[in-house]
C-alpha cells in the first residue's frame, strides 16, 4: 500500500502496489505511509480535485470559503498545491463540497452486491503535521450510507477538531490499539483497547492520543437520511 509523501498530501488510487509484508497489516500500512510512492500515476494530487469539484458545483473561491469556514486564502494554496491541508481543514472542504471526505479523496460508488477491497486498493490520507491516518476499508456504496475506516494517530497527536455534518451522522468506533481520547464538545470519553464506543455528531469533536504509544482503531459512520 502507498500512501502520500508526508510533505504532499495525496490521495492513492487503487492499484498501488503493496511495498512491504507484516504480521499486522496496520503495521505494514504505516510503514507504507513513510515511504515514496514510486508511481506518479497511482496518485491524486488535492488541489485538482478541490478545484474540479468546486467548478462543477459552480461555485466560486469566496463561495467555497463561506460553506467550508476554510478562508479563501487557504483554499487557493490548496487548489494551487501550496499548502498541505490538515485533516480538519480537508473534511471542511469536503463538507463546504457537498461531498464526504472519502468523496474528496475519489472514492467512486460500487452498486454489486458483493464487493472485495484489498489491502493495495484502500484510498488512504495521511496529514503530513500530525501524522494521522485514514483508511477507507470499505467500497463506496453511496446508498447504503454506511462507511468502514481505519484511523492511525501517533503519539501525543489529535485529529484537530472536526465539524458536524448536515443531516444525521453517527460514529461507531472499537479500538484495536493503544488508548483514545474522544472529545465532543466539553466532554472527554477515554477508551482502550478492546473497548467500543458510539455518538451522533451534533458538535465539533476530535480524537486523541495522549499516549507515548500510538492508537488504532477502526470507525463505522453511519449517514442517515
Not at 500512501?3 to 504505516?30: C, I, K, T, V
Not at 454506511?146 to 485529529?159: F, K, N, R, T, W
Not at 476530535?206 to 453511519?222: A, G, K, Q
Amino acid at each position: 500500500m502507498r500512501l502520500n509523501r508526508p510533505e504532499s498530501p495525496r490521495f492513492d488510487r487503487p492499484g498501488a502496489a503493496s511495498g512491504s509484508a507484516s504480521d499486522r497489516p496496520d503495521e505494514a500500512l504505516s510503514a507504507d505511509a513513510r515511504r515514496a510512492d514510486d508511481k506518479p500515476g497511482a496518485v491524486l494530487e488535492l488541489g485538482p480535485r478541490v478545484r474540479r469539484l468546486r467548478k462543477a458545483a459552480a461555485l466560486t473561491l469566496d463561495g467555497l470559503a463561506e460553506r467550508s469556514g476554510v478562508s479563501r486564502a487557504m483554499l487557493s494554496k490548496v487548489e494551487r498545491g501550496e499548502k498541505n491541508p490538515t485533516l480538519a481543514v480537508v473534511t471542511r472542504i469536503a463538507r463546504g463540497l457537498g461531498t464526504s471526505l472519502s468523496g474528496l479523496m475519489g472514492a467512486e460508488s460500487d452498486a454489486a452486491p458483493v464487493a472485495t477491497r484489498r489491502v493495495d486498493q484502500r484510498l488512504s490520507f495521511r496529514d503530513s503535521e500530525t501524522g494521522f491516518e485514514r483508511h477507507v476499508l470499505s467500497p463506496a456504496h453511496a446508498e447504503s450510507g454506511v462507511e468502514l475506516l481505519l484511523h492511525v494517530i501517533p503519539p501525543g497527536m489529535s485529529s484537530g477538531w472536526l465539524p458536524t455534518y448536515e443531516g444525521s451522522v453517527e460514529k461507531h468506533l472499537i479500538i484495536q490499539e493503544g488508548r483514545l481520547s474522544v472529545e465532543i464538545g466539553a466532554m472527554v470519553h477515554r477508551l482502550a483497547a478492546g473497548d467500543s464506543f458510539y455518538f451522533q455528531i451534533r458538535e465539533p469533536y476530535r480524537f486523541v492520543n495522549e499516549t507515548d504509544e500510538r492508537c488504532s482503531y477502526y470507525c463505522v459512520i453511519v449517514r442517515r437520511p
